[in-house]
């Protein structure tokens, strides 16, 4: 139509993603220092017991591997009441690699190496609360 005006819009982008689909891998990070992953990716690890949380300083990255539960430096992992996803408690890690997060992280690119999950601070992404009823 030629009488149609245009309207300048004023876009704002913001830093935040869609929560992970089902199938994707999913691991995340509170500023309490509680790590949670998806069965999928605990799977991948070989559904431990406990896992030996690791710190990699100069690349930034964080490392969560298998481990016997009987180990001096063992996270037990626990079970969501659901079953779909597994969480370790991991706060005395948080402080003694001198981490702080305000708000929960999401890793974009979890991965496995050498029997280690992967979880690289520089790829990561502010993590969706919960679902709440929000009226518009």
């Known amino acids: 139509m030629e009488n149609e005006q245009t309207t300048v819009r004023c876009w704002k982008e913001f830093d ?8 994707e891998d999913y ?11 998806n069965q999928r990716l605990y799977r991948s690890l070989g559904s431990p017991k406990a896992v030996s949380v690791l710190y990699d300083e100069a690349r930034q990255t964080i490392g969560i591997r298998p481990v016997s ?17 597994v969480w370790v408690r991991a706060a005395h ?17 979890p ?19 919960p679902k709440r009823n929000v009226s518009v």
């Open 16 to 23: 935040v993603s869609p929560p992970a689909a089902r199938l």
């Open 27 to 37: 691991a995340s990070i509170n500023g309490e220092g509680k790590i949670v992953l």
């Open 93 to 109: 890690f948080i402080k003694a690699a001198k981490l702080e997060f305000s708000y929960c992280i999401r890793f974009t690119a």
């Open 69 to 85: 539960p009987i180990m001096p430096n063992a996270f037990p992992v626990y079970h969501y009441i659901a079953g779909r996803r």
């Open 111 to 129: 991965h496995i190496e050498d029997n280690t999950l992967i979880l690289n601070l520089h790829h990561t992404t502010r993590a969706l609360g």
